[in-house]
């Protein structure tokens, strides 16, 4: 049996698209040495408004890659990259914030599910 709320799903989305957000920054630096290289990134809240707004699939889940681009704005490299390793490493910090309240948000909603549970079952 799977149990699932609106917020546990939301939850989801924001946790797999700060998932996505951790691999592009992971990608992005290791070609920070690949010529021609260009930071690649996306909206996190646009995306997350996107996804939330999408027509879910039969499981009830929306599953679209977030719409990655390049980051414009960057000083790019003689050799033409542009991948800044000060703006990656904040962006990692970022995402690592952002997947821990996540993972945090969602515990809190399980132990609430898991709380109407038990108080169902001492009725």
Known sequence: MQISTPTSEALAQYLSLTTAQLRLTASNMANIDTPGYTTQGFDFQQE???????????????????????????????????????????????????FRMGVLLLKGEFATISSAIHASDGK
Do not use: H, M
Not at 56 to 68: D, F, K, M, R
Not at 74 to 92: F, M, T, Y
């Open 48 to 98: 997350l408004a996107r996804q939330l707004q999408a027509t879910p699939n039969p499981l009830g889940q929306s599953v679209t890659a977030p719409e990655i681009q390049s980051v414009d704005g960057l000083v790019a490299r003689p050799d033409g990259n542009n991948v800044s390793i000060d703006r990656e490493g904040l962006q990692l910090a970022k995402s690592q914030l952002q």
